[in-house]
């Protein structure tokens, strides 16, 4: 079936409305009328030739929520009218030691199939959630809670995974400290969700700009990385900090920060190597790690837990002529705090 969408021809285009092929939905498979697409700074990188090869004409997006209109013969899952969102990929192997212990994202035969920019099992480029619809395997769909907006829930299908994984396995909760580096599209939800969780949360950053934000969000305090005397206050005092920021990393500093047996946790894909004095994490037991995403059990957990404790996206809803101005403003760091496009727009 043809539905409209948004695509990208060059690293250094504009976008533009097209019309893409969507398939029938298989025997196990669902269609999706998609409502809203957040806008993902990983999209930005991968249609701008950030991140290797491109498979242009590209529709990207992988912060995905809609509504089911089309259901497969043999689809148990779901049914016509549920709310649904799909995230960063759409198919795995199903059968290595990975995809069955639920971390699709790491499939050990490297078959996982990413929501745009790769190739499909018809051997044709995957497109993302730019556009008004979709058809998936029901396996790779995850319900969105009738508590979240659909709007607020697009973006939990990345950034809203792609932190909370992190905190839950660290041990954010009561009595635990957690510093958020960079509380943009990524770190806004990494403050809610560790509020939630329990723990104390404090917010670090170039400017104090969005402090009074993040108190609201559920932080406790928010503090500059570049007030030196606040740097050396807060040395020792984080069992866990997540940094989401993607440049002007210094690590030494945010280890510094870290308690005994404290863990530093990168989401943010530095684009530039990073040079690292080993003896500040071996003198204190210090963790120094990294954080992909979530599978599907646990994307479905991280949408019911924010449904629980009332958490979502704070967006700003455009159109789609909106895209590529929008572009510019996320790397700009003026969103606040997830654009999110409304397909409705586009006809």
Same mark, same amino acid.
């Given at each position: 079936m043809?539905?409209?969408?948004?695509?990208?021809?060059?690293?250094?285009?504009?976008?533009?409305?097209?019309?893409i092929?969507?398939?029938?939905?298989?025997?196990?498979?669902?269609?999706?009328?998609?409502?809203?697409?957040?806008?993902?700074?990983?999209?930005?990188?991968?249609?701008?030739?950030?991140?290797?090869?491109?498979?242009?004409?590209?529709?990207?997006? !992988?912060?995905?929520?809609?509504?089911?209109?089309?259901?497969?013969?043999?689809?148990?899952?779901?049914r016509?009218?549920?709310?649904?969102?799909?995230?960063?990929f759409?198919?795995?192997?199903?059968?290595?030691?990975?995809? @069955?212990?639920?971390?699709?994202?790491?499939?050990?035969?490297?078959?996982?199939?990413?929501?745009?920019?790769?190739?499909?099992?018809?051997?044709?480029?995957?497109a993302?959630?730019?556009?008004?619809?979709?058809?998936?395997?029901?396996?790779?769909?995850?319900?969105?809670?009738?508590?979240?907006?659909?709007?607020?829930?697009?973006?939990?299908l990345?950034?809203?995974i792609?932190?909370?994984?992190p905190?839950k396995?660290?041990?954010?909760?009561?009595?635990?400290?957690?510093?958020?580096?960079?509380?943009?599209?990524?770190? !806004?939800?990494?403050?809610?969700?560790?509020?939630?969780?329990?723990?104390?949360?404090?917010?670090?950053?170039?400017?104090?700009?969005?402090?009074?934000?993040?108190?609201?969000?559920?932080?406790?305090?928010?503090?500059s990385?570049?007030?030196?005397d606040?740097?050396?206050?807060?040395?020792?005092?984080?069992?866990?900090?997540?940094?989401?920021?993607?440049?002007?990393?210094?690590?030494?500093?945010?280890?510094?920060?870290l308690?005994?047996?404290?863990?530093?946790?990168?989401?943010?894909?530095?684009?530039?190597?990073?040079?690292?004095?080993?003896?500040?994490?071996?003198?204190?037991?210090?963790?120094?790690?990294?954080?992909?995403?979530?599978?599907?059990?646990?994307?479905?957990?991280?949408?019911?837990f924010?449904?629980? !404790?009332?958490?979502?996206?704070?967006?700003?809803?455009?159109?789609?002529?909106?895209i590529?101005?929008?572009?510019?403003?996320?790397?700009?760091?003026?969103? @606040?705090?997830?654009?999110?496009?409304?397909?409705?727009?586009?006809?």
């Amino acid at each position: 079936m043809e539905v409209t969408a948004y695509s990208i021809d060059a690293a250094d285009g504009a976008f533009a409305k097209t019309t893409i092929t969507r398939r029938d939905p298989g025997p196990t498979e669902v269609y999706i009328d998609i409502k809203y697409a957040g806008i993902c700074h990983s999209d930005i990188h991968t249609a701008r030739g950030e991140w290797g090869e491109v498979l242009y004409p590209l529709v990207p997006g !992988h912060e995905i929520a809609g509504v089911i209109s089309r259901v497969g013969d043999d689809v148990t899952k779901f049914r016509v009218g549920d709310r649904v969102g799909v995230g960063c990929f759409v198919d795995s192997c199903r059968e290595c030691g990975e995809c @069955r212990d639920g971390f699709e994202q790491f499939c050990e035969r490297r078959e996982t199939i990413w929501t745009y920019n790769c190739l499909g099992r018809d051997g044709l480029p995957t497109a993302g959630g730019y556009s008004r619809g979709i058809t998936v395997e029901q396996d790779y769909v995850v319900r969105i809670p009738d508590a979240i907006p659909l709007e607020s829930a697009a973006p939990l299908l990345c950034a809203g995974i792609t932190t909370y994984s992190p905190l839950k396995r660290w041990g954010a909760g009561p009595g635990k400290r957690v510093g958020v580096v960079g509380v943009g599209g990524l770190g !806004h939800m990494a403050v809610q969700i560790a509020a939630a969780m329990g723990a104390e949360v404090t917010g670090l950053g170039r400017s104090l700009a969005k402090r009074d934000d993040a108190i609201r969000m559920g932080a406790t305090d928010y503090v500059s990385t570049t007030d030196a005397d606040m740097m050396k206050r807060l040395r020792d005092t984080f069992d866990l900090i997540v940094t989401t920021v993607s440049d002007g990393l210094d690590l030494h500093l945010l280890i510094s920060l870290l308690k005994p047996r404290g863990v530093l946790v990168d989401v943010g894909l530095p684009q530039h190597p990073a040079t690292l004095a080993l003896g500040r994490l071996i003198s204190g037991n210090k963790v120094l790690t990294g954080s992909n995403i979530g599978g599907i059990r646990e994307t479905q957990e991280a949408l019911d837990f924010c449904a629980q !404790h009332g958490i979502g996206a704070w967006v700003e809803v455009i159109d789609g002529e909106r895209i590529t101005s929008a572009y510019d403003d996320v790397v700009a760091s003026k969103v @606040r705090y997830r654009y999110v496009i409304d397909t409705a727009t586009f006809d």
